[in-house]
């Protein structure tokens, strides 16, 4: 069973920036899974903001973040990170580590229901 624990959330102002941090635990090898960031804001879906596969190092982004965010991660580490820059209002949600690890390489169309573990989220709040 695969462990994600995100951190780095926090308050900032209009174009501002944060890193986010998604250790995960309890697995050998995450090579072969696909993982992304989700963000989530009350009364609201949960969104994919980017993604990564990490065999391949192929990411994709939705579009509200595209050329502000950047996904990346540091396979001795076991970590994933979320570089956001230029950040907005609309980006105050809560933030979601997750990974699928049935070996499938990412697929842009993923959603929140393909993925099988997530981290317990961390809050980031942009004022105007």
């Known amino acids: 069973q695969v462990q994600l624990v995100e951190s780095g959330g926090g308050s900032v102002q209009t174009g501002g920036s944060l890193r986010l941090s998604c250790v995960a635990s309890?697995?050998?090898?995450?090579?072969?899974?696909?993982m992304a960031w989700f963000r989530q804001a009350p009364g609201k879906e949960r969104e994919k903001v980017a993604q990564?596969?990490?065999?391949?190092?192929?990411?994709d982004y939705g579009d509200p973040v595209k050329g502000r965010f950047t996904i990346s991660e540091d396979n001795a580490k076991n970590t994933l990170y979320l570089e956001m820059n230029s950040l907005k209002p609309d980006d105050s949600a809560s933030y979601y580590c997750?990974?699928?690890?049935?070996?499938?390489?990412?697929?842009?169309?993923?959603?929140?229901?393909?993925?099988?573990?997530w981290g317990q989220g961390t809050q980031v709040t942009v004022s105007s």
């Open positions: 309890g697995e050998s090898d995450y090579r072969r899974y696909c």
């Open positions: 997750a990974v699928r690890r049935d070996g499938w390489r990412c697929r842009p169309d993923w959603s929140a229901s393909n993925y099988d573990s």
């Open positions: 990564i596969d990490i065999l391949s190092g192929i990411t």
